[in-house]
């Protein structure tokens, strides 16, 4: 079953709320940095994100997921420089083509570098977008490293869209963004680059092949 997070005691601070843009995610790059977890939309749905060097978040992710300690998170970068630091090397001509589809809807699966957590690198493979969203670059940017993203839901479940249901089932949290407008509803596309062409893991929110 997974861990309840508790909701803040009087005189603790109280979760951040609001829609998310740039002043919201200015407050929310905070919550990331000081080691909170926060739930905002992606450039495809919502999910529970926190900063890539704090394990102990990453860890209570899994909980709140009810999930076992594997792999599944998506890493988001700011640009592709960014992203080239989690990446061992760029196989065959993934670097050109990204380098022309990236900020997208589209995560890449590439070879990990070993400095990487197990926990975000399972096979050695690490799976990275530069997102769509001006924003949410700029959340990042700011946090000045990449952070880790997966989909707001229990293990086995579908992707929660409301983020009022997504606060009563995950108490507690540092910041609850919401999205304006309708929420998509694909996530991302996953391609694995690791191999030769390149592999349509997932379908979802980019067209593949990509015309590039």
Request: glycine share 10%.
């Amino acid at each position: 079953m997974a861990r309840e997070v508790r909701a803040p005691r009087r005189g603790e601070t109280p979760p951040v709320s609001g829609s998310f843009g740039r002043s919201s995610g200015r407050i929310a790059a905070a919550v990331l940095a000081s080691g909170g977890i926060a739930v905002f939309p992606t450039d495809t749905i919502y999910g529970f994100h926190c900063a890539i060097s704090n394990r102990r978040a990453i860890g209570m992710i899994l909980e709140l997921k009810g999930r076992r300690k594997r792999g599944g998170f998506i890493l988001l970068a700011a640009d592709a420089e960014m992203a080239g630091t989690l990446v061992a090397h760029w196989p065959g001509e993934s670097r050109k083509r990204l380098s022309r589809i990236w900020p997208a809807p589209l995560t890449a699966v590439l070879p990990a570098r070993r400095t990487l957590s197990p926990f975000l690198s399972p096979g050695g493979k690490v799976a990275v977008r530069v997102p769509a969203r001006a924003d949410l670059r700029a959340l990042i940017e700011r946090i000045g490293e990449p952070i880790v993203s997966t989909s707001v839901n229990l293990s086995g479940r579908e992707p929660m869209a409301r983020i009022a249901d997504i606060r009563r089932a995950f108490p507690g949290l540092g910041a609850y963004l919401s999205r304006r407008g309708r929420s998509p509803a694909l996530p991302s596309t996953i391609v694995d680059f690791t191999v030769d062409p390149p592999l349509l893991v997932r379908p979802g929110g980019y067209p593949w092949p990509a015309a590039v």
